[in-house]
């Protein structure tokens, strides 16, 4: 399989803490970039000046195939859309808050996919990069409506890639844990910031899936990154032990 840079890129998302850093890293690179935003809170001026800022519903099909038919270019897709509705158990949360995070996660993913997979296809090379999150993983407390709204997204990389990889287009998904951004940094203000990745290095493994030819063969991975926090280590280790397991 041959390795091809992109032409033209497209981050929905591209406003936030990693978007911003993904926008930056393609025009680097010389690649142009369209990042459509619904234009609620997002911060138009944080992002690069050089990037195509588009304000569109992504939430609606109509706008999303407009969208299409406009930025027909684009054959890298890097999905930095997410939303968070706090801290509940599952039986507390709210029609409103399922909505939500169906209409971030799963049915506006689905919309771009919809109208711009099949110009990949045409094309017979195209790059799906989402960024999920290893609580859909960890399914820990409180965070269950996030484990499943993003364990729904890497399911649907993980059936796009073994529908379309005969076209040409690979689909992964970067699982980190809590990225450093500011809007982490309100959400969870007690944690230790220490075990936080740097958004810089998000952006750094959508560039080794974009540009480095070793990429070529990575195809429908759950990507995980996180910074090993020794006292859970340790914690997983002493339970290990007093239940006689030998380590």
């Known amino acids: 399989m041959e390795k091809k ?17 993904v926008v930056k890293m393609f025009l680097k690179n010389g690649t142009e970039v369209v990042v459509p935003t619904r234009g609620l809170k997002d911060d138009y001026s944080s992002v690069d000046e ?6 569109n519903n992504y939430y609606e099909d109509e706008d999303v195939k407009s969208l299409a038919r406009t930025y027909d270019k684009v054959d890298t897709f890097v999905y930095c859309v997410g939303s968070f509705r706090g801290h509940k158990k599952i039986s507390d949360f709210t029609y ?9 996660n799963i049915r506006s993913f689905w919309n771009f996919l919809r109208h711009f997979v099949p110009l990949m296809r045409e094309k017979g090379y195209g790059n799906v990069i989402a960024i999920g999150s290893l609580a ?7 965070l269950g409506l996030s484990s499943w709204a993003k364990d ?5 990389i993980e059936t796009l890639s073994n529908e379309e990889s005969v076209n040409g287009i690979r689909a992964n998904i970067i699982v980190p844990s809590i990225v ?14 220490a075990y936080w990745l740097p958004a810089s290095y998000i952006e750094e493994l959508v560039e080794f899936l974009c540009y480095d030819a070793r990429s070529r063969y990575l195809n429908g991975n759950r990507l995980e990154c996180y910074v090993p926090n020794k006292k859970i ?12 397991v030998n380590i």
């Open 5 to 21: 840079k992109p032409i033209m890129a497209m981050v929905p998302g591209g406003t936030g803490g990693i978007g911003r850093e």
């Open 50 to 55: 050089e990037a195509i800022v588009v304000k």
């Open 96 to 104: 409103e808050d399922i909505d939500d995070k169906f209409k971030t």
């Open 136 to 142: 859909a993983k960890r399914k820990e407390p409180y």
């Open 152 to 156: 729904g997204l890497a399911s649907i």
């Open 180 to 193: 450093d951004t500011a809007k982490e940094r309100l959400i969870f203000p007690q944690d230790n910031q």
């Open 233 to 244: 280590v340790r914690a997983r280790e002493e339970n290990l032990i007093n239940r006689g």
